[in-house]
């Protein structure tokens, strides 16, 4: 098939790149050539979504079969693509997120959750927010149509090429070995799906011709905290690493050592009723339509040697922050003083 992936170089859109050029199809990639480089063997196109000239530039005598828009952020976006790529594509498949239901992450979600009632004809320019991404499903769906539109609503993306920095921050922190301040219970799960699996599911989906809204996440109850946290320190940990439980009311509470949840502690959200339903995400569908994650042990892995071996160039963003690193992970100084005080 010719596959057109709007992104394509960076994490998800390179996952989708590498396997479709692995089962043979012909891939072209879009994307401003900033964030990270193409894969050989695509055809890279480089350009701004946002700018009308270049898009006018990608489309000048192509036709695909499908898209797979991985970098629509804005509804204005989404439209602009749609609108263009309608008569030149039979199928798009929009990379939406969990963030598109008005109930996420408060309570649990299925196909049939309501999304956000944020509309397809948003200006351009809005300022992030949780939204957008429902008025980029509706921007799609309202050119292509429900019969030739797959929604994939994302949950948190990890493996190797992350640009986050979430995983690499705790395989990163079992690197330095030592007590590592773990928070919540170990018990509680969590839902975090492998860009590899996400994109085997998503090319298996396009190229039957699927259409429809696919939840696209591990199934809850998949792993746990304290799962996770074991597997990042067999990844990566010395010998000495020790866990140190500490309960969400001791790292909520008051005070300077405070600790923020999800940034601070990536991927950390207590047990609070604004988040009861972060990771209870409903993946049937997608596990019917044939959704297969591989153990996080394999994650890690991959991750933890993918951070070693990346050269200098591939570790620094264009403004020459570290890439794939939280910026605001918790100070080892904050750290320490609550272990401390844990003790
Ligand atoms: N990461 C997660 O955990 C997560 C969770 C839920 C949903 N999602 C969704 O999944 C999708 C993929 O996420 P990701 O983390 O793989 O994204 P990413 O690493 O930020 O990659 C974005 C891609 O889009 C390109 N791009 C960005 N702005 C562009 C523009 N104005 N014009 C042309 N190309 C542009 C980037 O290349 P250049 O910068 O070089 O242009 C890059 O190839 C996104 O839609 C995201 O919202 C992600």
């Known amino acids: 098939m010719k596959i057109l992936l709007l992104g394509g170089s ?9 396997q479709a050029l692995t089962r043979g199809h012909q891939v072209t990639t879009f994307n401003r050539g900033r964030t ?3 894969l050989p063997g695509v055809e890279a196109v480089h350009g701004d979504r946002d700018a009308a000239e270049d898009l006018a530039r990608l489309v000048e005598g192509r036709r695909w079969d499908a898209v ?10 989404a439209a602009a693509t749609a609108r263009l790529l309608r008569d030149r594509a039979d199928h798009y498949t929009l990379i939406s997120s969990v963030h598109a239901f008005a109930d996420w ?3 649990a979600v299925d196909e049939t959750s309501p999304l956000h009632p944020c509309p397809a004809d948003t200006p351009p320019g809005q300022e992030f927010s949780a939204a957008l991404k429902a ?18 609503n994302s949950g948190l993306l990890i493996g190797p090429y992350e640009r986050g920095g979430r995983l690499p921050w705790w395989l990163e ?6 007590r590592v301040l773990a928070p919540g219970e170990p018990g509680r799960p969590m839902q975090l799906i492998d860009v590899r699996d996400f994109a085997t599911f998503g090319l298996d989906l396009l190229t039957a011709g699927t259409t429809g809204r696919f ?7 998949r792993i746990t905290y304290g799962e996770f946290l074991a597997g990042c320190a067999e990844a990566a940990g010395g010998a000495d690493v020790e866990l140190v439980w500490a309960a969400d009311k001791r790292l909520l509470a008051e005070g300077p050592d405070s600790v923020q949840p999800w940034s ?6 207590p047990d609070v009723p604004e988040s009861a339903g972060t990771w209870q995400v409903d993946t049937g569908r997608a596990e019917q339509a044939g959704l297969r994650c591989r153990p996080f042990a394999e994650t890690a892995r991959d991750t933890w040697e993918w951070l070693r071996r990346r050269g200098p160039a591939e570790d620094t963003e264009p403004d020459g922050r570290k890439r794939g690193r939280i910026v605001h992970g918790i100070e080892p100084a904050k750290e320490r003083r609550l272990l401390d005080a844990l003790a």
């Open 68 to 77: 797979v828009d991985t970098s629509a952020q804005q509804p204005a976006q």
């Open 36 to 38: 990270a480089a193409d």
């Open 215 to 221: 939840l696209t996440t591990a199934p809850p109850g």
């Open 105 to 107: 992450p408060a309570r």
């Open 264 to 269: 601070e502690l990536p991927l950390w959200t």
């Open 173 to 178: 922190r079992m690197a330095r070995g030592g």
């Open 10 to 18: 960076s994490f998800l859109g390179r996952a989708y790149a590498s």
């Open 135 to 152: 008025g980029c499903e509706r921007a799609v769906l309202e050119y292509f149509g429900a019969d030739r539109a797959l929604i994939l």
